[in-house]
């Protein structure tokens, strides 16, 4: 069972800043592509960052948003500074197989991820 558990959402006001993490495993960390997608309110889930050799950013959190992981606490943040309306949504963890996928194929294609976290809510609203 892969396991992954989101945290550190919550509200902010526009311009600030909010570290999300993701709890899981060394062996997910090890043999999975793990990732950060949105589901914006009424919207579609989309891929804003994953892990990789090249980590992957879209387009529209580029500059602002930072992936990264901590091998020694199994953990995967998304830090995430400037902060306007259009980063409010559910931010959910994913992993996708390691050797089925990549950081951009993840983030970008449709079946590619195998495993979801549970969610965690971002409000951004003064």
């Known amino acids: 069972q892969v396991r992954l558990v989101e945290s550190g959402g919550g509200l902010v006001q526009p311009g600030g800043s909010l570290r999300l993490s993701c709890a899981t495993s060394?062996?997910?960390?090890?043999?999975?592509?793990i990732g950060w997608f949105r589901q914006a309110p009424g919207g579609e889930r989309e891929g804003i960052s994953c892990l990789g050799s090249n980590n992957y950013y879209a387009q529209s959190v580029k500059g602002r948003f930072t992936i990264s992981r901590d091998w020694a606490k199994n953990m995967v943040y998304l830090q995430m500074n400037s902060m306007n309306s259009e980063d409010t949504g559910v931010y959910f963890c994913?992993?996708?197989?390691?050797?089925?996928?990549?950081?951009?194929?993840?983030?970008?294609?449709?079946?590619?991820?195998?495993?979801w976290g549970q969610g965690t809510q971002v409000t951004v609203s003064s």
């Open positions: 060394e062996d997910i960390l090890t043999n999975y592509v």
């Open positions: 994913a992993a996708g197989i390691k050797w089925i996928t990549n950081s951009e194929a993840m983030c970008t294609q449709d079946g590619q991820v195998s495993d």
